[in-house]
């Protein structure tokens, strides 16, 4: 009977921890630019890449799925685009999924 009462607490608190893991994850990757770097940026064609908006991307951490929001950049005059994240939080692989 206590063994099993002990099991249910162990398991309720590893629980909150992973919440509030999940939670201090979140708060702490969005706290900031999001890589904004200016209304506008160089391009490889030589052109000025334009800020767009912030763009969200879903990463799993060791404490559940949290979304992060990078700035998103677009070249008018060659079509191009960059997705620009806080690489100090953000050392994504590149087989990653993508959202």
Known sequence: MVQDDLVSLEQAVKE???LLGQ???QRLVNDGSHGYQGSSIACRCGGSMKFVQHRPKDV???FGWIKVKRAYYYCPDCGG???MARRR????SRDAPRT
Do not use: E, G
Not at 89 to 92: A, D, P, T
């Open 89 to 92: 939080y953000m050392r994504l």
């Open 16 to 18: 909150k921890i992973q």
């Open 81 to 83: 685009s960059s997705v």
């Open 23 to 25: 939670r201090l994850s």
């Open 60 to 62: 799993h951490t060791v």
